[in-house]
């Protein structure tokens, strides 16, 4: 079976199982009272079922453990095997601590200390970012920082899409984005097993925008969040930071540059308000773009040209064939979001006026 095959199965199977059980996790989420109800950081009006994650979770993993069955690991080293075992296992464990949460409650201690082990756990099982690329420098080895950086990427990426979702359909439209141009990319750098990965967490993730996209009918909750963040992050670890090639070693940052870059500014404006980092606001670029005025849908469409752009960008440095038109295209395509968010936050002024 040619190998495009594989992911094109996966894509679909983890698809269809979100579509198949959303529905009865909904029901079984509304009988038993696991909604998120409205606050002031909130949009939501009406509280809404919040363990979604569980049909992410069950798609992503299904679609996986079909295409094994059928053969597609068995061309990949044991060394790539044990990666992405290391990165199923570690990603299981994160979705079980958010739906936990989930249902429990945690504290930000807790969740914290057990995402920390659970990512340090994967560094020793070879999961580790060995290089970082340095403007002038070349590839820098870490040596023994290789470890911390590589727990604080995991679990940073991991809370970087719990962070983002605020709104409908942000998290999960963001990170299929970012799941499909991870396929793109690892497929054109000839690592297979993690194309696997993002082909079942693409399928997931889009799937999941059926039900998830403005108005929300559920959402994902912190267990579909921390699964999605940390599964994307693994992947950008064993199928492209693995790799000795300066631009290769980059391609995860900037494919996940929105969500990094929306967390790191947050964090950034929380201290210097002498605010704990981990109590939450509304600081966000999400939060930013709805108090301008702009509507949700719009933003997060808005939000979503960004990631496509930055992914764009991330094909063309890969030197995927025509990686530099679709770069221009999703240049263009952001500038005309762009103008329709100043428009909208135009009107917005001229209506506040009256």
């Given at each position: ?82 990666e992405v075992g290391a990165i199923l296992c570690g990603s299981i464990l994160f979705f079980c601590i958010g739906f936990a949460d989930d249902l429990l409650s945690l504290t930000p201690r807790s969740r914290l200390i057990m995402q ?239």
């Open positions: 079976m040619p190998v495009e095959l594989y992911h094109l199965i996966a894509f679909l199977i983890s698809v269809t199982v979100v579509l198949w059980t959303i529905p009865d996790v909904k029901t079984v989420g509304l009988k038993f009272g696991i909604v998120d109800r409205p606050n002031a950081r909130k949009i939501h009006k009406n509280p809404v079922v919040r363990v979604g994650g569980v049909s992410i979770f069950a798609g992503t993993i299904v679609a996986l453990l079909v295409v094994w069955r059928l053969g597609a690991f068995t061309t990949i080293p044991p060394s790539k095997q044990l920390i082990a659970v990512a340090a756990g994967c560094w020793f099982t070879g999961v580790r970012i060995d290089f970082l690329s340095v403007p002038f420098a070349g590839l820098i080895h870490l040596s023994w920082l290789s470890l911390p950086i590589t727990v604080i990427w995991l679990v940073g990426m991991a809370n970087a899409i719990n962070w983002i979702d605020g709104v409908d359909g942000l998290a999960a439209g963001v990170s299929g984005i970012a799941a499909v141009v991870m396929l793109i990319v690892t497929l054109f750098m000839n690592q297979p097993a993690a194309a696997l990965i993002a082909a079942a967490l693409a399928g997931a993730a889009l799937g999941f925008l059926r039900y998830n996209f403005n108005p929300a009918q559920i959402f994902m909750g912190d267990g579909g969040a921390y699964f999605m963040g940390f599964t994307l992050a693994g992947v950008g670890v064993i199928g492209l930071v693995k790799t000795t090639a300066v631009t290769a070693v980059l391609l995860p940052y900037v494919i996940l540059a929105v969500p990094i870059l929306d967390m790191s500014a947050v964090i950034l404006s929380r201290i210097s308000k002498g605010k704990s980092p981990f109590v939450a606001d509304k600081s966000h670029l999400h939060h930013w773009l709805l108090e301008s005025g702009i509507s949700p849908r719009l933003t997060v469409l808005f939000i979503y040209t960004l990631t496509l752009w930055v992914g764009s960008i991330a094909m063309g440095f890969s030197n995927i064939p025509s990686g530099w038109g679709y770069a221009i295209a999703a240049t263009v395509l952001l500038g005309y979001t762009s103008w329709q968010v100043y428009r909208n936050r135009q009107g917005q002024k001229t209506e506040n006026r009256k």
